[in-house]
């Protein structure tokens, strides 16, 4: 069950994506967690998070994007330049970062260089960055937009009745995916970082339906398998996006296990359950604006500090690491806050930049990893009590 979760994390065309086109069934890439999977599903697609694994090479990336950027769309972007993307009947990007909303642009341009690269369903999807009633419904109205170019081009129709079929499904996997968080935050902590780190990955890189069959069966396994925690650091991972599972090896191989994450390809995407009373649509839009703890979203750190401070209360975190993309604006800039209010609270934390792809660096990671290791010598942190009393960390709190 795991290698199947490790395939599909591993690789572009996996198994299971090469099975639904065999099948004739239409696969559509999308660049951000604030895409809704759910319309996608309904529509009869198969939803595929875009990702940069695999490059061996930055030529096409550094040529259209330049060197000074974030790496992980330079790497998306090579690899649809070389073809490695031709699987995708559609892609949709939005502006989940200046970086990302570029590679909209940039992948339109450089398909004219590379033709037959760019897939014949191709939208910009607008997110705003404020979760206020109108930014809702602004994110509503993009929302039937979409459904209107996706039912236009794939000739399907998206009913009332398949969104809500759709948004009952991934709530179902939602909720597994958070019983397999309660696993890793017990004492006993059956499962690996890497390997808890492939499950996440595959949530968005393989059939919903097929997903939660496997991951079921995994967590009912996980209950009675050995602790891999005994005498190991517990710590949590926090930043850009990171579906590296050799990075994560590299940090458990220092006497660490990796019991919980808040990045991007990780566990952002299923702490609350989307409303399945209300209007579908405006659930999804509501949803996906009000509950991201991502940095691209304004004015909510202490929302985000909240979260991060109750996940590490239930995990018994003995440390966090606070990485991010080099050239990562939100997440360089914000990480520099988190350190400062986390180590305030007796957290240990160590900020680390480094690129996406590849894992190059090992050698300088594993020694930044191994002097952080010995930095933490109590098991039980310190939590200041201070922290708590702040009124939107109480509400966060108490709306668990």
Known sequence: MINNMKEAARSLQNDFVQKRKKDGGKVVGYSCTFIPEEILHAAGLLPFRLRGIGTTSMSIGDSYFGAVNCSLPKCMLQLAGQGS???????????????????????????????????????????????????????????????????????????????RKSIRLYNEGRTCLQKLDELRQNRDVPISGEDAMAVLIAAHAMPQEQFIVILKDLIEKLKKAPSLSDGKKRLMLMGSASDDMDFIRTIEEAGAIVVADTVCYGSRTYSVLVDEQSDPVHALSSHYLTHSICPRMLGYYKTRRAYVMDVIRKANVDGVILQNVRFCDLHGSENGIFERDLESAGIPCMRLEREYGPLSETGRISMRIDAFMERITDPVFPINKVMYQDPEVQQHLHSK
């Open 85 to 163: 993307y031709r699987f995708l009947d559609g892609a949709i990007i939005t502006n989940g970062c200046d970086s990302m909303r570029r590679l909209e642009e940039c992948w339109r341009k450089a398909s004219e260089d590379y033709p037959g690269t760019l897939p014949e369903y191709y939208k910009y999807f607008a997110v705003p960055h404020k979760s206020v009633d109108y930014s809702v419904e602004f994110y509503k109205e993009e929302l039937g937009g979409m459904m209107e170019t996706l039912e236009q081009h794939f000739k399907v129709k998206i009913s009332e009745d398949s969104l």
